[in-house]
């Protein structure tokens, strides 16, 4: 794909996301999509082929944002524990974040949408490698205790994936969510 391509692609992504923000997946339409894109019908399905696949696109994209930064931020050498209290202050944000996000979004979309949620699965299972990984890492590092890595990273994997139903369904504070974390944490620090 050449850089005007990516470019009109990037604008679709962006627009889109603006959309999905401030409406019900269910209610957005191709139409409004191109609308706020200013292009053509053809143009756009050049790229993508519903709301759908633009959505689970961004999902996509916004995955491989996270899981990229964790493995530079192992790659330059920073602190394994202070990668890990990152990730979970990126969960911590789209939780309360007053302004919508598309963390919300994109748990109900998969919610509704059964047949969308391999996508969903599979990006649980490399996050679960991801944090394996930093735990690994901050074992080697003298950080944390050398323990089951894949079990201590499903344990805050589907922490912070069920954070969202938890809090609204439950109504876990901001702190009970911070202490639980900090509990997790200090079972693995090397003190």
Same mark, same amino acid.
């Given at each position: 794909?050449?850089?005007?391509?990516?470019?009109?692609?990037?604008?679709?992504?962006?627009?889109?996301?603006?959309?999905?923000?401030?409406?019900?997946?269910?209610?957005?339409?191709?139409?409004?999509?191109?609308?706020?894109?200013?292009?053509?019908?053809?143009?756009?399905?050049?790229?993508?082929?519903?709301?759908?696949?633009?959505?689970?696109?961004?999902?996509?994209?916004?995955?491989?944002?996270?899981?990229?930064?964790?493995?530079?931020?192992?790659?330059?050498?920073?602190?394994?524990?202070?990668?890990?209290?990152?990730?979970?202050?990126?969960?911590?944000?789209?939780?309360?974040?007053?302004?919508?996000?598309?963390?919300?979004?994109?748990?109900?979309?998969?919610?509704?949408?059964?047949?969308?949620?391999?996508?969903?699965?599979?990006?649980?299972?490399?996050?679960?490698?991801?944090? #394996?990984?930093? +735990? %690994? =890492?901050?074992? /080697?590092?003298?950080?944390? &205790?050398?323990?089951?890595?894949?079990?201590? #990273?499903?344990? +805050? %994997? =589907?922490?912070? /994936?069920?954070?969202?139903? &938890?809090?609204?369904?439950?109504?876990?504070?901001?702190?009970?969510?911070?202490?639980?974390?900090?509990?997790?944490?200090?079972?693995?620090?090397?003190?």
């Amino acid at each position: 794909m050449g850089r005007k391509a990516e470019e009109k692609r990037d604008l679709i992504l962006e627009q889109a996301r603006k959309i999905f923000l401030n409406q019900d997946f269910d209610q957005v339409t191709m139409t409004a999509i191109i609308n706020a894109c200013g292009i053509s019908h053809g143009g756009i399905y050049r790229y993508f082929a519903s709301p759908s696949e633009i959505f689970v696109t961004l999902f996509e994209r916004d995955t491989h944002t996270l899981l990229d930064a964790v493995s530079i931020s192992m790659w330059e050498q920073r602190s394994a524990v202070d990668i890990l209290k990152e990730v979970f202050k990126v969960y911590q944000n789209a939780i309360w974040d007053p302004e919508p996000n598309m963390a919300a979004r994109y748990n109900t979309f998969f919610k509704n949408h059964p047949e969308k949620q391999d996508v969903k699965r599979n990006q649980i299972d490399r996050f679960i490698k991801t944090i #394996a990984q930093v +735990l %690994v =890492y901050g074992n /080697e590092r003298g950080e944390l &205790n050398s323990v089951d890595s894949t079990f201590w #990273a499903n344990q +805050l %994997v =589907y922490y912070l /994936e069920g954070l969202d139903h &938890n809090v609204s369904v439950i109504g876990l504070k901001q702190k009970e969510v911070e202490n639980l974390f900090i509990l997790w944490l200090e079972h693995l620090k090397n003190d």
